[in-house]
C-alpha cells in the first residue's frame, strides 16, 4: 500500500503557530490562531489540548501558545517542505509567484524526507523563499527583522525584507505594485490620519493602508537582517 500522510491537522497547527510567533513577533493565543487558520475557537481549543498532551505545545500562564522543543521540531519541518515547493513552483514550473504560497500548501504534506534532500538539492540549495522567509535549515537566521514598512517615517529608505504570503489577493496586489524582498522602497508621506503611507517602489509611487504596510517587513540601510527587533 502507498505510504499515508499524517497528522496533516496538528502539522497545519503547528505551522500557523511557528509563522506567527518567529517570522511575524506575534504572542499566540487561542483567539488570534482561531482566526489565523479560519477555525472556530472551540475547534481550536480543542486541538490544543491533543496537542498540549502530545507534548508539542505548552501553554503560560498568560495563555500564550509556544511550541516545546519538539513542536518546534516538525513546525520547523513542515516550513522547510513548504517553502521548498514554493521555490520548486515558481523556479522550476513557472508558477505565478502570487499563487505559490497555495498551491505549495497542497504540496507540502507529501514531500517525504527523501524527497526533501533531492528537491533541495535540486533546487540549487535555496536559503529563502520567493515571499523572503528564510528555508529552515543549517546556517537559516534564528532571528529575523521585525521592522514593518508601517514602522518607518517619512524620508526613510528600507529594502524589503519578506512580505506576507498567506493572502492571494493581497499578494496579487504586491506583485502588481513591484512589491517584493530585495527591492528598495522610499517612504514619502506618512498619513496617520488617513490610515495610508505613500511609498516610492523603482519610479512607481505606491499608497498602503498601514494594515497592510504592516505585513511588509524591511531591513533599514546599515542594519543586518536576523537581529532587528520593533522598537
Known sequence: MP????????????????????????????VRL?????????????????LTRDGLVHIDAKKVIHLTPEGFRRAEQMVRRHRLAECLLTDVLKVDWWRA??????????????????????????QKSPFGYPIPGPGAPRKLSMVTLGDLKEGQQAEID????????????????????????????VAPYRGTITVRVGERRVVLGTPVANKIWVVPPGRGTGAETRQ
Open 3 to 30: 505510504k499515508q500522510v499524517k497528522n496533516v491537522a496538528s502539522d497545519d497547527y503547528l505551522t500557523a503557530i511557528y509563522r506567527m510567533s518567529h517570522d511575524e513577533g506575534q504572542d499566540v493565543i487561542a
Open 34 to 50: 482561531a482566526d489565523r487558520l479560519e477555525i472556530t475557537p472551540p475547534s481550536v481549543a480543542g486541538m490544543l489540548k491533543r
Open 101 to 126: 504560497y497555495e498551491e505549495a500548501h497542497l504540496l507540502e504534506h507529501g514531500i517525504s524526507d527523501i524527497t526533501e534532500r533531492n528537491l533541495y538539492e535540486m533546487l540549487g540549495r535555496p
Open 162 to 189: 519578506r512580505v506576507y504570503e498567506e493572502d492571494e489577493q493581497l499578494l496579487q496586489f504586491f506583485d502588481e505594485e513591484g512589491i517584493r524582498p530585495g527591492v528598495k522602497v522610499v517612504v514619502e508621506e
